[in-house]
């Protein structure tokens, strides 16, 4: 069941500035790069389709063109137009499509592609190298997520946008491999939790020193953990990310953290009064992916979330 | 004479081991050399950050004959992470480079880094308190994990790699400026002028950490990166500098000095043994110094103080011993 949650709409927290300065800059061939460059990114794509689809979801044929086009015939989707290798965007453009209801194929491609891939730890070699030799960093190579690219280990934010696209896709039709898929991911996320709660890229403790959290690495797994039992780390980390959201006083992060304690149904008009303010009419915000996931971070509330899972 | 078969396939693959490794040492792992005949390193005392800085390093570029007279000069700092200590480059440093660049004449002067972890750059931009620096002045910051790229030949291998994807800021700038923290590294030893190029490759493409370089090798993917990103000039933040177990969680250490140097070998060794650490003991360094610039002290002419040893040389974890020089310079 989708969730929508009738939530106060304050005026000052105007998207309608920032989506018509995202929309200016657009790419004349559709799609969106980081800022400036004529070079679409589709992490930036993506979001920005999201929220343009927020906003008007008469237009998703159009909106989600470039990013069609953008597939591999593998199924894949590149970091950015011109390279020629599959990457962790895959998830994400898996949810935009998710969200547009495309009916092309693109998703059932990207999803064969997505349960076929590992980190590089899921290999018998490395992890047992892991396991064995190298020790300086604290983790279970058992449990195994999703990388970044080819060739590299798993890491927190591919591996919870993984679990989010998987979950939202096979919401009724789960089979044994993306069942399986999902558990993984999920105890290699909570496998890589920081001490206290909340996570970082994904080395938590580092020659048995704990490292730091991170907000939006936070904010992101938290997302793919919804509906998860609430045990004690994701309380944690929950608790963690609430007491971060107080004082952070940059877009990106604070735009994650909105989307988060959503989802988990925590008080977030303060922070997006807060954001609004940071935000303006968006015109300060260079990058374009901050700015999308700004606009959906202050419409939350207001549309159908991009990241909630069907439960 | 007889030959059976076994002994035959035997021999055969005994040569072409034997041809493989001799063509692996025989073979040039680097198509570029940047090392000439004389590096010139200047240490500068400095106790603190302060508004004086800007004025210390102005007179300490000038030292150097080097010409950034309408030139695009990139300054890279090493900003890691929002975390409290002597975790990135001081932004006073920054901020004064980048005014002296100005200065000096250069048509532009960005700022750019990739940070390898954080993938919030502004939440890194922010704790490092660099954004006083930039505001109402001719000074932009890039973000290079999210610039336009371009798909680069390795001008060196020993990584493997090939090629990489760069940030067209870093390839269209005449003049890169590297300005790492003194700080010992877990994996790499020290992080210096050379590691902290890392930060030119970028996140949108290898991800958040740029994990692909530690499994080709951190001090082969230094090597590759470096001679394919030539550095022109090194002010290394040696004020208050990390030991330990950097480069984000060890231990402030006063050090007092920043570094300036035309060559990043020579500034890296200069800081080595400023650290108490023999610079030939340090894979990339040791290596760098065939090609990529100066690493024997009687090849670096010092500008201003000479190189005193630290009162105790810097810490490091149990795994990076090794380098501690035998005798402190």
């Known amino acids: 069941m989708i969730v929508y949650r009738s939530i106060h709409h304050n005026r000052s927290m105007n998207y309608v500035g920032p989506l018509q300065e995202l929309r200016r800059r657009e790419l004349p061939r559709g799609g969106w790069s980081f ?35 953008a597939q591999f015939s593998g199924g894949s989707w590149p970091s950015f137009i011109g390279d020629g290798e599959p990457s962790w965007t895959t998830a994400l453009a898996i949810c935009v499509l998710n969200s547009a209801n495309d009916s092309s194929g693109a998703r059932e491609r990207g999803l064969s592609w997505l349960l076929k891939t590992n980190g590089r730890e899921a290999n018998w070699f490395w992890r047992w190298k892991f396991k064995l030799a190298d020790r300086a960093v604290r983790f279970d190579p058992d449990c195994y997520g999703w990388p970044w690219i080819s060739g590299s280990a798993s890491w927190v934010i591919p591996t919870a946008f993984s679990i989010i696209a998987i979950k939202q896709f096979t919401a009724c039709n789960r089979s044994d491999l993306s069942e399986r898929r999902i558990h993984l991911g999920v105890d290699m996320l909570l496998d890589r939790v920081c001490l206290g709660g909340g996570w970082n890229s994904g080395n938590s403790v580092v020659y048995g020193v704990p490292l730091r959290a991170h907000v939006e690495s936070t904010a992101i797994a938290l997302l793919a953990l919804q509906g998860e039992e609430r045990t004690p780390v994701i309380q944690a980390s929950l608790g963690w990310l609430k007491q971060r959201s107080s004082n952070i006083e940059s877009v990106e992060s604070l735009s994650w953290c909105i989307l988060s304690l959503f989802v988990y149904q925590e008080p977030v008009e303060h922070l997006k009064a807060r954001l609004a303010t940071l935000v303006g009419d968006g015109h300060d915000i260079r990058n374009n992916a901050t700015l999308a996931t700004a606009i959906l971070a202050l419409k939350c509330g207001e549309m159908i979330h991009p990241f909630e899972v069907l439960r | 004479m007889n030959v059976d078969r076994r002994c035959f396939i035997g021999s055969a693959a005994g040569m072409a081991a034997t041809t493989g490794a001799a063509a692996r040492c025989l073979w040039p792992k680097h198509s570029v050399s940047y090392r000439r005949p004389r590096s010139l390193v200047a240490i500068l005392n400095a106790a603190e950050y302060s508004e004086k800085t800007e004025a210390l390093l102005m007179d300490g570029l000038q030292l150097f004959r080097f010409n950034v007279l309408g030139k695009m000069v990139l300054l890279k700092p090493n900003l890691v992470e929002d975390l409290p200590g002597p975790v990135n480059t001081n932004a006073n440093i920054i901020g004064a ?76 700038s005449d003049f890169v400026v590297s300005m790492p923290k003194v700080k010992t590294h877990h994996w790499a030893g020290v992080t210096l002028s050379m590691k902290n190029m890392f930060g030119v490759v970028p996140g949108m493409k290898y991800g958040w950490p740029k994990n692909l ?79 990529l610039g100066n690493l024997l002290a009687d090849r670096i002419t010092m500008l201003a103080e000479r190189i005193e040893g630290p009162i105790r040389p810097f810490a490091v974890i149990p795994e990076f011993h090794y380098l501690l020089a035998r005798t402190v310079p």
């Open chain 1, 35 to 69: 800022s400036g460059s004529p070079q679409m990114s589709l992490e930036t794509t993506c979001l920005a389709t999201f929220s343009v689809l927020a906003e008007q979801p008469s237009s998703a044929p159009h909106v989600v063109r470039p990013l069609l086009n």
């Open chain 2, 97 to 172: 480079a980048a005014r002296c660049f100005l200065r000096l004449g250069a048509a532009r002067v960005a700022i750019g880094e990739g940070p390898g972890h954080q993938r919030d750059t502004e939440l890194v931009i922010q704790a490092a308190g660099l954004k006083p620096h930039l505001a109402g002045r001719q000074i932009e910051f890039v973000d290079l994990n999210r610039d336009e790229l371009a798909r680069v030949k390795l001008k060196a291998n020993y990584s493997g790699l090939g090629e990489l994807w760069l940030p067209r800021t870093v390839l269209d």
């Open chain 2, 213 to 291: 370089l530690h499994w080709h090798g951190i001090h082969e993917s230094i090597l590759d990166i470096c001679a394919t990103v030539p550095i022109h000039f090194v002010i290394a933040d040696g004020i208050t500098a990390m030991e330990g177990n950097g480069p984000l969680q060890g231990a402030a250490r006063e050090l007092g000095r920043i570094v300036l140097a035309d060559d990043p070998v020579a500034a890296d060794a200069t800081c080595a043994r400023l650290m108490g650490f023999d610079p030939d003991r340090i894979q990339h360094l040791s290596e760098g110094g065939r090609f």
